[in-house]
């Protein structure tokens, strides 16, 4: 038995040792993805936590993401939390009401990581709108992406920013709540599995 939080992970000895195995996997800087299945109240949670926990110390990146019943029908909700972290402006957003001011600033954030990443990408900032709190006005070049290709745009572009940052640190990704994840959420999952290297994705 392991010890999290204070508590015991009773009778979870074995799914344990196979998600430390599927970390040591993408630490060495290939991608493995980790389903904890089950019904409410046997543990997942706690094997989470342990994870978390444990990555805490070590120079992993977290990001935490989850599904929702009421946002089932808004894209990319799952992924919403997790690009508020990379972007830093989680903060800001707990705030009940964001001012002019606020959301002046969440742009301005997100445009500089952007050009951090890659200068290039600026152009592309509007895709952004999907996910953020605040909209960037669209430029001709945006406005001209329809259907299938500003979706695959879009994909393209959160990829770009995760593969950033899994460049500078592993990442891990934990996505909850997936019964209720929207379906663009899904269809990145799989573009994020294929792409995003070293990446440890736990559903």
């Not at 969440?106 to 200068?119: F, H, M, S």
Request: aromatic share 6%.
């Amino acid at each position: 038995d392991r010890t999290a939080g204070g508590e015991r992970l009773v009778g979870r000895q074995a799914e344990w040792e196979k998600i430390q195995a599927a970390w040591q996997t993408a630490n060495r800087g290939h991608a493995h993805v980790f389903c904890i299945l089950g019904e409410a109240g046997i543990g997942k949670s706690q094997l989470i936590e342990e994870l978390v926990r444990q990555a805490e110390t070590s120079q992993i990146k977290i990001l935490m993401g989850e599904g929702d019943a009421i946002e089932k029908n808004n894209p990319y909700h799952a992924w919403r939390s997790a690009f508020n972290q990379i972007f830093g402006v989680e903060e800001i957003l707990r705030k009940p009401q964001l001012s002019e001011e606020d959301r002046i600033s969440i742009r301005d954030t997100v445009l500089a990581k952007l050009g951090q990443i890659d200068p290039e990408l600026l152009r592309y900032a509007p895709l952004l709108n999907v996910l953020l709190p605040v909209s960037i006005p669209e430029n001709d070049f945006i406005s001209s992406l329809t259907g299938e290709t500003r979706g695959g745009n879009i994909r393209e572009l959160l990829v770009q920013i995760l593969q950033y940052e899994a460049a500078q640190e592993p990442l891990l990704v934990v996505i909850e709540d997936l019964h209720w994840v929207d379906s663009a959420s899904w269809i990145f999952l799989a573009d994020v599995y294929q792409k995003v290297r070293p990446l440890m994705l736990v559903l």
